[in-house]
C-alpha cells in the first residue's frame, strides 16, 4: 500500500487544534505539525496521514559563490539588468562579478567564464 498513496489526494488538511487532529496532537505532542485526510483514486477508501517534526537545527548560510560572467559592449539592456540585480563590473577580468545564485536566476549560465 504504501507506494499507492502517492495516487491518494488530499482532501483535508487541519492543523494540532483543529477538530479532527486533536486526537493525534495528544498522542504525538509538540512534533505534530499537520494532519491530512487522503482519498484513493476510486474514492473508496480513505487514509489519514500525520506530518511529524523528526529532527530541528540551525541553518547556516553557504558563503555566495562569486562568479565572472561575460557580457558584451552592445548588450547594454543586459548589462543594466545585471547591475540591477547587484552586480559589478570586474575592469581587469573584464566581466561582471555577481553570486553564482543570480547568475542561474538570470538564465546567464552559458556566459560564467570562471566560477
Same mark, same amino acid.
Given at each position: 500500500?504504501?507506494?499507492?498513496?502517492?495516487?491518494?489526494?488530499? !482532501?483535508?488538511?487541519?492543523?494540532?487544534?483543529?477538530?479532527?487532529?486533536?486526537?493525534?496532537?495528544?498522542?504525538? $505532542?509538540?512534533?505534530?505539525?499537520?494532519?491530512?485526510?487522503?482519498?484513493?483514486?476510486?474514492?473508496?477508501?480513505?487514509? !489519514? !496521514?500525520?506530518?511529524?517534526?523528526?529532527?530541528?537545527?540551525?541553518?547556516?548560510?553557504?558563503?555566495?559563490?562569486?562568479?565572472?560572467?561575460?557580457? /558584451?559592449? $552592445?548588450?547594454?539592456?543586459?548589462?543594466?539588468?545585471?547591475?540591477?540585480?547587484?552586480?559589478?563590473?570586474?575592469?581587469?577580468?573584464?566581466?561582471?562579478?555577481?553570486?553564482?545564485?543570480?547568475?542561474?536566476?538570470?538564465?546567464?549560465? /552559458?556566459?560564467?567564464?570562471?566560477?
Amino acid at each position: 500500500m504504501k507506494s499507492d498513496i502517492t495516487n491518494f489526494r488530499v !482532501t483535508k488538511k487541519l492543523a494540532p487544534v483543529q477538530p479532527g487532529a486533536i486526537k493525534l496532537a495528544r498522542r504525538y $505532542g509538540e512534533q505534530l505539525v499537520c494532519v491530512r485526510h487522503r482519498v484513493d483514486p476510486s474514492g473508496k477508501t480513505r487514509i !489519514t !496521514t500525520v506530518e511529524l517534526i523528526v529532527e530541528q537545527a540551525p541553518v547556516s548560510a553557504r558563503p555566495h559563490q562569486i562568479v565572472g560572467v561575460r557580457i /558584451d559592449i $552592445g548588450e547594454g539592456q543586459l548589462q543594466s539588468v545585471v547591475k540591477a540585480a547587484g552586480a559589478t563590473w570586474d575592469r581587469q577580468a573584464k566581466v561582471w562579478r555577481m553570486p553564482l545564485k543570480v547568475a542561474r536566476r538570470l538564465n546567464l549560465r /552559458d556566459r560564467i567564464t570562471e566560477k
